[in-house]
């Protein structure tokens, strides 16, 4: 397996930080980032929503790259809150804020989930990127982990304006313990991932998926590559998602 290849801990800058991997799918996934190639329109809509003293949370935070980005579009009187449940992935994550010194920023070794409480994670070997909550398809080894409901850990938040999601399926969970947090007025802007296979093995379709964004006012909006949000149907989202094996949407209300 060609991760397990050493590399050491090598370093990719990614704008005026640095981002950490320790295998190659990383270093890889390190380098696109930086560049661009991936999560560009991503990036992009961070940059064009969050503002100096908001607050924003990285669910599946992985080696940092999202994080790191809103730590700067929020500064030191903002919060981001990172949340990463794989330990190598949350000291590569670690020694990325540490180095920034991005005060502003809270980690928290621990998956986004329905309840409080513990869950296996189901390990990937090649891609570093695709731990999860629910087995894949192939044989995987599995490590308990800590979970956590946003509603929990973000109680005390007077405010959250952007929430990324990411989290290989797991998305309906999240959301179940994100109730309150999606009940409040205005309801945070989500950045989501939607995987209708991934979702499905994780026993979810599109009305589990869909139902309680619907309750908060947020729909669907597809990403240019300058970040601007457009408007897209359910069904749209869905199929485009099918169709890639995933797409990323930003979950909003009605913008200008």
Not at 49 to 57: D, F, H, I, S
Not at 79 to 98: G, Q
Not at 128 to 136: E, Q
Not at 200 to 208: L, S
Request: glycine share 8%; charged share 25%.
């Amino acid at each position: 397996m060609i991760n397990r290849l050493p590399i050491g801990e090598r370093a990719v800058r990614c704008g005026g930080d640095r981002l950490y991997a320790d295998t190659l799918d990383r270093y890889v996934a390190a380098v696109a980032w930086s560049r661009g190639w991936l999560a560009g329109r991503e990036r992009a809509f961070i940059e064009r929503t969050l503002r100096a003293g908001m607050v924003a949370v990285d669910v599946g935070a992985n080696v940092g790259f999202h994080t790191l980005v809103m730590a700067r579009c929020v500064g030191a009187t903002g919060r981001v809150h990172a949340l990463e449940p794989e330990p190598r992935n949350f000291k590569l994550l670690t020694r990325a804020v540490e180095e920034a010194g991005y005060r502003q920023v809270r980690l928290h070794r621990a998956a986004a989930a329905r309840a409080t409480g513990r869950e296996l994670l189901y390990v990937a070997g090649d891609n570093r990127g695709d731990h999860r909550l629910t087995p894949a398809a192939e044989a995987r080894a599995h490590m308990p982990v800590a979970t956590v409901a946003l509603d929990d850990l973000l109680a005390e938040e007077p405010r959250i304006d952007l929430i990324k999601i990411d989290v290989q399926g797991a998305e309906v969970n999240v959301l179940a313990g994100l109730t309150r947090i999606l009940s409040r007025r205005p309801p945070p802007e989500l950045l989501c991932e939607v995987s209708p296979d991934l979702l499905a093995r994780a026993g979810a379709g599109a009305d589990a998926f869909f139902a309680p964004l619907q309750r908060a006012g947020l729909s669907p909006h597809r990403l240019e590559r300058d970040g601007t949000p457009l408007p897209i149907s359910e069904e749209d989202a869905w199929r485009l998602g099918a169709s890639g094996g995933y797409e990323t949407f930003c979950f909003t209300t009605t913008r200008p």
